[in-house]
């Protein structure tokens, strides 16, 4: 029994230390991760890129060069961390959409009223609108998440996390797009 109780003691006291000690690795390897020293936000940097820019002049804009990521595919990205990135998608023929993935959290704005998805469905069925328009109607401005030749893209994310992309020509402004997530 005495030596029951022992090997219980020894096992706890083991099971302690290794969660202690792994638990302060894991916070030592993430803090020692390297912090990506860039020019701008991942929000503010797509402001600035062009689909016309080449690989080159997106890493002077951003201030560091790009890496290809397995993970997400064989094109350039710009990994600022874990949950923002932005992504160089060449199609060929000058079919080009640099793309951000931001971090939904981060976009939350208790300004925005999104619509119901019928009333989306009925604008867009009555001749769309503009994304001026619609920066009226939901009450502020959207998060530009991706361009192209043909079109840009915005997301909207109201204060319970609710996302709203929308896409909007290039050409004639309107809205061609828009989806829930």
């Given at each position: ?17 290794c ?12 803090n020692?991760k ?22 080159e002049?997106?890493n ?14 064989s094109?350039p ?18 079919d ?9 959290e981060?976009?939350?704005?208790d300004?925005i ?6 009333e989306?469905?009925?604008d867009?069925?009555?001749g ?5 328009e619609?920066v009226?109607k939901v ?15 915005y ?9 709203l ?5 290039n050409?004639?402004?309107k ?7």
């Amino acid at each position: 029994m005495k030596l029951k109780n022992l090997m219980l003691g020894f096992i706890s006291v083991l099971c302690v230390l290794c969660f202690i000690t792994g638990c302060s690795k894991e916070e030592s390897d993430e803090n020692n991760k390297e912090k990506v020293k860039a020019n701008c936000s991942v929000v503010e940097c797509m402001k600035k890129i062009e689909v016309t820019n080449t690989v080159e002049e997106i890493n002077d804009i951003i201030g560091f060069e790009s890496t290809i990521d397995a993970m997400i595919g064989s094109d350039p990205v710009w990994k600022f961390d874990s949950k923002n990135w932005i992504s160089f998608k060449n199609f060929g023929n000058n079919d080009i959409t640099i793309q951000a993935t931001i971090d939904k959290e981060s976009l939350k704005n208790d300004n925005i009223k999104l619509p119901l998805s019928s009333e989306l469905q009925t604008d867009l069925n009555n001749g769309s609108f503009t994304y001026e328009e619609f920066v009226k109607k939901v009450g502020g401005e959207g998060t530009l998440t991706s361009i192209s030749k043909g079109s840009r893209n915005y997301t909207w994310v109201d204060k319970t996390g609710q996302r709203l992309s929308a896409t909007f020509n290039n050409e004639s402004g309107k809205c061609t797009v828009a989806s829930y997530r």
